[in-house]
């Protein structure tokens, strides 16, 4: 026993009979196809035929069926999620803030405070955490997430390159804690650790010609706590 099927085609719809033929061949076997004679085209709809041919023995038949295609031009309207940095009533946030560097760590919390003042985010949502390194914010920011209190936790710590490869260390630590905090607790944790060749460059990221990262941060903890809040909830 053999069975063929062919791929799906698609043909204008047209009002057809079928009509068997029987054909015998040399050597004693018989088969019956199935003729589809062509008429005239429908005027707006057109349809799919799907054939499919088995044989078993001497016996054949062909199927047809049709399809409507107009079902394949039907599509879902596509949302678009976003989140404010405008609605920010009635969201808490957490800034965990590394001890060492202080020089630099101090202004990027002010920054971050003063971004959260700008945007109606009132003081007593904010609670302020101080850990002794940048190695430690990620375990802290994984408790703070998973307490329950907070929408957001900002993360703020310098880490400044020296003579060794602690520097690369103590970096990766950093970002990959910050990354598990989040994920683990289901609450966004916001990357603000800064991770510079030099004592210059961090303080040109802290409030010099290059801007406030604390600032930029809290402005990250903003949308994507109103995200959480107000869509992913």
């Not at 199935?34 to 001497?58: D, E, I, N, Y």
């Not at 971004?115 to 390194?133: A, L, M, Q």
């Not at 966004?188 to 004592?199: A, N, Y």
């Amino acid at each position: 026993m053999a069975s063929f099927a062919t791929t799906e085609c698609f043909l204008p719809l047209q009002q057809s009979f079928l009509a068997p033929t029987h054909h015998r061949q040399g050597n004693g076997t018989s088969s019956t196809v199935v003729l589809l004679p062509r008429a005239a085209p429908a005027p707006h709809h057109s349809k799919s035929l799907s054939f499919s041919f088995s044989s078993q023995g001497t016996n054949s038949c062909i199927a047809v069926g049709r399809k409507d295609r107009s079902s394949f031009a039907q599509t879902a309207a596509v949302r678009y999620l976003m989140g404010s940095v405008t609605r920010t009533q009635g969201l808490r946030f957490a800034v965990v803030v590394a001890r060492f560097n202080e020089i630099v760590t101090k202004q990027l919390l002010e920054g971050a405070l003063g971004t959260f003042r700008n945007y109606s985010v009132k003081d007593e949502d904010i609670d302020v955490v101080w850990v002794p390194g940048s190695f430690e914010i990620g375990a802290v920011a994984e408790r703070l997430g998973k307490s329950g209190k907070y929408h957001a936790i900002l993360c703020i710590g310098a880490v400044i390159r020296g003579d060794t490869s602690h520097y690369d260390a103590v970096a990766n630590s950093a970002a990959s804690g910050v990354l598990s905090a989040g994920l683990n607790s289901g609450v966004p944790c916001i990357f603000g650790v800064l991770t510079c060749d030099d004592m210059d460059q961090a303080l040109n990221r802290a409030g010099g010609k290059s801007g406030n990262k604390g600032a930029e941060t809290a402005l990250t903890a903003i949308e994507m706590a109103s995200l959480f809040e107000h869509h992913l909830k």
